[in-house]
């Protein structure tokens, strides 16, 4: 199993920037695939970036490829979403999440961290 604790949500403008970061327990944290997600006030949560095991691999959501960027640090446990040009829309609680690299489902959520982007 695997624990993960987000931080570095809070209040910016338009335009700004924030750096997310998961913090994650255990030995095998290189083992798992790693996601951000974002939920919205009265909307789904929606997948806004996966990196594999290795960090070799990554894909964004449409509205935020260009913007964002996923990465991840396997000595230090740890899984970062850098996000530039922030909008309004951005704003939400993001959650990150892990999946073991066998398996299809994000089994592993953390409490998550709020982002607002302001007008």
């Known amino acids: 199993q695997v624990q993960l604790v987000e931080s570095g949500g809070g209040l910016v403008q338009a335009g700004g920037s924030l750096r997310l970061s998961c913090a994650g327990s255990g030995r095998t944290f290189s083992s798992y695939d790693m996601g951000w997600f974002r939920q919205a006030p009265e909307k789904e949560r929606e997948l806004v970036a996966v990196?594999?095991?290795?960090?070799?691999?990554?894909d964004y959501a449409d509205s935020v490829r260009g913007r964002f960027t996923i990465s991840r640090d396997n000595a230090k446990n740890t899984v970062y979403l850098r996000m530039n040009s922030l909008k309004p829309e951005d704003t939400g609680v993001y959650y990150c999440?892990?999946?073991?690299?066998?398996?299809?489902?994000?089994?592993?959520w953390g409490q998550g961290t709020q982002v607002t982007v302001s007008s």
């Open positions: 999440a892990a999946k073991p690299i066998y398996l299809a489902k994000y089994d592993y």
């Open positions: 990196i594999g095991w290795s960090g070799a691999n990554t």
